[in-house]
C-alpha cells in the first residue's frame, strides 16, 4: 500500500518536470544502471580465461548502452508523449470533422501541457466562432421572414382596392380612383422600403429610426385607413381613437406604420367583431394601443409572444413574425411592445414610440 502511493508520487511529480529536465533526468537514470551493470558484469567476466573476457567485455559495454538508451527513450516516450500525442490526434481528427462537443484535458505543466491547452483554446475559439456565424445565419432567416411577413400588408392593401376597382368598374369617378391610386403607391413605396431594408440589414442592430416633423391629423388619418381597410377585409369593425394633439410630432412614420400594420392585421385575424385603436401621448411618447374583442392572450403567447416563429394553433403561424418584428422595430424607435389581456376579454397591444427632441428633423418625401 505504501509503496503504491510513493509510486503515484514519484509519477506525479515525473510528469510535472519538463520535457528537457525529464529526458536529462532519464539519461542519467539509465547512464547510471549502465555504469552499474556493466561494473557487475565485468565481475563475472574476470572468472573466465583471459582471451574471452578481451573479447566479451566491449560487446557487453555496447549492449548494455544499447538496452539503456532504448529503455530510456521507451519510458520517454510512454510516460511523456504518449497520452498527450494520442489526445492531441482524437482532437484534431474530431475538428476536421467538425465536431466540437469536447473538451480536451491533460494534467501536467510540461511543454506537452501547454500544447494541449493551446489545442483546447483554439477548440474553444472554434466553437465561439460556429455558434456566432450560427446565430448570425438564424437570426438572418428571421430577419428575412419577419420583412417577408411585413411585406404581406401593403399586399393586403393593395389587393384589396383593386378587388374593390373591380367590383366597382365604371361606378367610381375620377377622383376616387385618383384618391385608391395615392394609397396604393404608398403601399408600393412602402414595399420598396422594405426590399432595401432586407439587403442592408444584416442584424436587428442595423434598424434606425429616422425622424421627421408629422402632423398628427395626417397621421391618424392614414393610420385609420389602413386599420379600417384590414379590418373590412375580415368582416370586422373598427373603433378609432385619439387622444393626439395638433402641433407636429416628431417622429419615424414609417416605423410607427410597420408596427401598427403588424399589431392590427394580428387583431383583425383574432378579433370575433370589433377592434379598437387608440392613439395618445403618454411621457414623451406615441402610444399606440390596439384592442381587440376575441379570445385574448394564452399564457405563453403572454410570456413568449414576441420571440421569432413563437405560433399556436390558431395563429396560422404567423402571430410570432409579425409581434417579433414590430417589437424590433419599437426598440429602434427607443420605445417598447406589451402584451397583456383586456380585464372584459380580449387581447391587447401597445406600442410606444419616443418622440425625437429636434424640433428640425427633416421633413420625408410624402408627408
Not at 25 to 53: E, H, N, S, V
Not at 218 to 235: D, G, I, S, V
Not at 268 to 279: E, G, I, Q
Request: overall charge neutral.
Amino acid at each position: 500500500m505504501g509503496s503504491g502511493i510513493y509510486m503515484e508520487r514519484i509519477k506525479r511529480t515525473f510528469k510535472k518536470l519538463t520535457i528537457k529536465k525529464s529526458l536529462a533526468l532519464l539519461i542519467l537514470l539509465f547512464l547510471l544502471l549502465d555504469i552499474f551493470l556493466c561494473l557487475a558484469t565485468a565481475g563475472l567476466l574476470q572468472l573466465l580465461p583471459g582471451k574471452y573476457y578481451a573479447l566479451s567485455s566491449p560487446l557487453i559495454v555496447c549492449l548494455y548502452s544499447a538496452l539503456c538508451l532504448a529503455s530510456a527513450a521507451c519510458l520517454f516516450y510512454k510516460c511523456k508523449l504518449e497520452e498527450p500525442v494520442r489526445l492531441i490526434k482524437e482532437a484534431a481528427a474530431r475538428i476536421g470533422r467538425q465536431d466540437l462537443d469536447f473538451r480536451l484535458s491533460y494534467d501536467s505543466n510540461d511543454e506537452m501541457g501547454e500544447l494541449c491547452r493551446s489545442v483546447e483554446s483554439m477548440r474553444l475559439a472554434l466553437e465561439d466562432n460556429y455558434r456566432l456565424l450560427w446565430s448570425q445565419a438564424e437570426e438572418k432567416k428571421r430577419i428575412n421572414a419577419a420583412f417577408a411577413h411585413d411585406m404581406r400588408t401593403p399586399l393586403t392593401i393593395i389587393k384589396g382596392y383593386l378587388e374593390f376597382q373591380e367590383l366597382s368598374a365604371g361606378s367610381l369617378s375620377p377622383k376616387d380612383l385618383q384618391k385608391q391610386a395615392a394609397v396604393m403607391k404608398k403601399h408600393l413605396a412602402r414595399m420598396e422600403n422594405y426590399i432595401e431594408d432586407m439587403n442592408s440589414l444584416a442584424t436587428p442592430d442595423g434598424i434606425r429610426a429616422i425622424p421627421s416633423l408629422i402632423r398628427p391629423r395626417k397621421l391618424e388619418e392614414e393610420l385609420f385607413r389602413t386599420a379600417t381597410m384590414l379590418c373590412e377585409r375580415l368582416h370586422k369593425s373598427l373603433v378609432p381613437e385619439s387622444q393626439l394633439p395638433g402641433s407636429p410630432l416628431s417622429a419615424d412614420p414609417e416605423i410607427i406604420s410597420r408596427v401598427l400594420d403588424n399589431i392590427l392585421s394580428n387583431a383583425a385575424a383574432h378579433a370575433s367583431c370589433t377592434v379598437t385603436l387608440r392613439l395618445s401621448l403618454k411621457q414623451g411618447a406615441l402610444l399606440a394601443e390596439v384592442s381587440d374583442d376575441g379570445p385574448g392572450f394564452s399564457t405563453a403567447a403572454l410570456e413568449k409572444g414576441c420571440d421569432p416563429f413563437f405560433t399556436e394553433a390558431r395563429d396560422n403561424g404567423h402571430q410570432g413574425l409579425g409581434l417579433y418584428t414590430s417589437c424590433l422595430l419599437c426598440l429602434a424607435h427607443h420605445g417598447s411592445l406589451t402584451l397583456a389581456n383586456n380585464p372584459e376579454g380580449g387581447a391587447r397591444v401597445a406600442a410606444s414610440f419616443l418622440l425625437f427632441q429636434d424640433p428640425k428633423a427633416p421633413q420625408k418625401a410624402g408627408d
